[in-house]
């Protein structure tokens, strides 16, 4: 089925990816969640990944997408397992991991993003039934340091992405060292001068202190046995999931709400208006 509906409730049931092996429906979820989110277009033009990352935390256990957490639980450096779309995925070479602070739904990217953890030359460990994400042995340009958003600020959005790491990556000036101190850094422009290869895999966790001082609106929810891989297999384990914690620091709710109408379309229709509007 080429079209999709996606019921615009702020149920808060959660999709835990770790406990599906159908590593199609996963990565069609977390698309849909990053653009209910905002993260997509704003933070990234577009989120194609190849394989699914499952997040975990120590004492929490495997992460949904945009699943509240509060400092404390994401404390500790989380585990990350990769999981391939199908046998045709390699998985093979190096790998950057980043989490970048996106701030609450509605920040100005352009702005930068708070740099939480970077590790360069990550290998992977497993096989085609999921690969460990071995961040520490890689090169840890800045260390994890867990999410802390100043009380009232809203919940952030922190994003964690895999990228594929070609042999020619060059780590730019500032950032080719161990050991940089946490600080504001353009994700985009990391990308894009140090030759990172594309995003494999991503998730994202939301992280709220206090109460906003402004009025949070909200992301649409996911429901995953809407989604195409879903309605082809039949599958019956779709749940619906969402984060009525996203916030808007401005009020301003319609870039939250395009967000909603391109989330009801299927990936390609969506991809297509997104070009069109862009032009
Ligand atoms: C997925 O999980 C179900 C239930 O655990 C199992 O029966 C099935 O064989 C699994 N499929 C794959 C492709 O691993
Ligand atoms: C395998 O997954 C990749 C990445 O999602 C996709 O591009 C490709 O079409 C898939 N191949 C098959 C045979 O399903
Ligand atoms: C990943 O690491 C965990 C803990 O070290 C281990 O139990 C598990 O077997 C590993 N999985 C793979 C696929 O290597
Ligand atoms: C991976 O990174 C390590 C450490 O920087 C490097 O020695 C190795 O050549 C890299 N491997 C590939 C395939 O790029
Ligand atoms: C770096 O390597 C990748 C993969 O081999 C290639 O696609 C890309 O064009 C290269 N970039 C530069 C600037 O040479
Ligand atoms: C609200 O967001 C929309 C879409 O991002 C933008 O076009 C509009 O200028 C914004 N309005 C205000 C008041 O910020």
Do not use: C
Request: glycine share 10%; net charge negative; charged share 5%.
């Amino acid at each position: 089925m080429i079209s999709v509906s996606v019921i615009l409730s702020l149920a808060l049931a959660p999709f835990v990816l770790g406990q599906s092996n159908n590593s199609e429906l996963g990565i069609e979820a977390i698309e849909a969640h990053f653009t209910n989110a905002g993260i997509v277009p704003s933070l990234l033009a577009s989120f194609d990944p190849s394989a699914v990352l499952t997040l975990s935390y120590n004492g929490v256990g495997n992460i949904s997408p945009g699943q509240a957490l509060t400092n404390t639980q994401v404390a500790p450096i989380p585990d990350l397992l990769v999981t391939p779309a199908n046998s045709t995925v390699q998985l093979t070479g190096n790998y950057t991991v980043v989490m970048a602070d996106a701030g609450p739904v509605g920040t100005d990217e352009s702005q930068g993003q708070t740099r939480h953890w970077l590790v360069n030359s990550v290998p992977l460990t497993g096989d085609s039934s999921g690969f460990n994400v071995s961040t520490s042995t890689g090169l840890a340009i800045t260390d994890y340091a867990g999410p802390a958003p100043a009380p009232g600020s809203g919940a952030h959005r922190y994003v964690i992405l895999l990228y594929s790491q070609p042999s020619n990556f060059t780590a730019p000036d500032g950032l080719n060292t161990p050991g940089v101190a946490v600080s504001t850094f353009s994700l985009s422009d990391y990308v894009k001068n140090s030759n990172l290869g594309p995003i494999v895999a991503g998730m994202y966790i939301t992280v709220e202190a206090g109460t906003a001082s402004f009025t949070p609106s909200s992301t649409a929810a996911v429901v995953t046995s809407t989604l195409p891989a879903a309605q082809s297999t039949g599958s019956t384990s779709g749940t619906s999931s969402g984060s009525s914690d996203a916030a808007s620091p401005t009020g301003n709710t319609s870039s939250n709400g395009a967000g909603n109408v391109f989330a009801s379309l299927s990936k390609t229709v969506a991809a297509a208006i997104f070009g069109l509007i862009l032009l």
